[in-house]
């Protein structure tokens, strides 16, 4: 079962509650670095840090009025603070605050995620050594290609993810990045040095360069990570997808008891989280697009983007927990059909080990297109009329001419296929 409570951490990172939060911090971030700096007395700080708080009510009654919100929160938390007020965002621009505040958001909610993807890469890591010799059928264009593992399909999964988090954690880390540079970012009220504080306080970087804002290709390259990472959900619930159809058969969603498929036919088992999952990450590609879009700025800043970021951020990091929650609910409640996934590499007699007899042929002093066209023909005939591959070839008075009985045999031996898996595990080190 998808952990609700986890969920519901990401969620409140994004209310409006906790963002006035983060404001504060940011505000008194600065506060103290100036009283570091003997700008702020220590009486004074003291009396901002137990007396700073606002409420949301009380702030949306001032917006009403002012129709700015950080001016709202301000004038809010400054009445509970009384006269050493004056301290409080001082040479400061709004910018400033909502930046570094949405920096501390993004950190919070990236360590969320960065906790799934290691928690969703474990669970394929168990599934892996569970099924390291499953054999079933390696596709290619969708066609039956050549036999493999489940648990090298699984070590494909693991390899998206682990690449995933890497190309995440620098989107993350090139992200936590704060500024106090005032309006146009020349410290022109402000001493570089609260910044430089600031920033330590708050577990942040301080931006190399900043206008009003801080530029938003670093928000854009944050968004793309999580666009990549619904990508791969997105992938490993497609491949899901396919291999739960009838006629493939070889995995399928967990079915709780008194689970229902269809309105209409009780036999139905869909794959309805792998659909889901298809369908969210078409969100959050969408959301990247637009991330992309606030990179263009009118000058020093505008705030187009701002009202884009308070959509794509929420949904983007909330969808991208939920998804990997829920892919790996399904992971580790996978059922798996370890005979149907034999039986369908043995379809017509065995076609998927072409290419191992056309070796043999070839190691008979047979030319490699004579070989091709004589293992083409036999194996399409088995496709075509439903016939058995390797019975064709018994048949064959060209093929065993060359080859004998147990040296054809020989060719359809699935084991042969597994020999180098071991060395595919231990790049995992599983």
Known sequence: MIDRYSR??????????????????????VCKAYNKLGVIPDS???????????????????????????IAFLTNVNENIGDNSRYMHMGLTSSDVI????????????DIILKDLDE???TIKEKAKEHKKTVCIGRSHGIHAEPMTFGVKLCGWIDL???????FKYALDEALVGQMSGPVGTYSNINPEVEKLACGYLGLKPAKFSTQVIARDIHARFIQSLAVIGSVIEQIAVELRHLQRTEVSEVEEGFREGQKGSSAMPHKKNPISGENLTGLSRVVRSDSLAALENIALWHERDISHSSVERIIFPDTTILTDYMLARL??????????????????????????????????????????????????NALDAFNNNGSFIDNLLKDEEVISKLTPAEINS???????????????????I
């Open 120 to 122: 969703i890469i474990s």
């Open 8 to 29: 519901d951490k990401m969620k409140k990172i994004w209310d409006l509650n906790t963002k006035f939060q983060y404001y504060l911090e940011v505000e008194l971030a």
């Open 411 to 429: 060719c359809f031996d699935i084991d042969d296929y597994l020999k180098n898996i071991e060395q595919i595990y231990s790049r995992f080190g």
């Open 328 to 377: 790996n609910d399904v992971i580790k409640n996978l059922v798996v059909h370890k005979e149907n996934m034999l039986q369908n590499t043995k379809k017509f007699g065995g076609i998927v080990f072409s290419q191992k007899v056309l070796l043999k042929l070839c190691e008979k002093g047979l030319l490699r297109e004579e070989a091709y066209k004589l293992v083409q023909k």
């Open 99 to 110: 930046d570094t505040a949405l920096a501390l958001q993004m950190k919070d909610s990236g």
């Open 161 to 167: 993810f682990e690449r995933a988090k890497r190309s």
């Open 44 to 70: 004074a700080l003291e009396c901002i840090l137990k007396n700073a708080s606002f409420s949301v009510e009380r702030i949306d009654e001032i917006e009403k009025e002012v129709r700015h919100d950080v």
